[in-house]
């Protein structure tokens, strides 16, 4: 019983992890991204060409 119940934890501790690890991947390729204008406004051209 106690050893599922430290698993589940590991596994929710694990969880949290990736997904803030994730999401501070996905805000520094956003923030780097507005470093090159050119990019944005053929990405912005891009989906609005999709529209």
Known sequence: MLHSRVRSQLR?????LGL?????VVLGL???AYLRPDFMLDLANRIVMCL
């Not at 929710?12 to 949290?16: E, L, T």
């Open 12 to 16: 929710s501790r694990y969880k949290q």
């Open 20 to 24: 803030t690890l994730l999401m501070a």
């Open 30 to 32: 956003t923030f780097a």
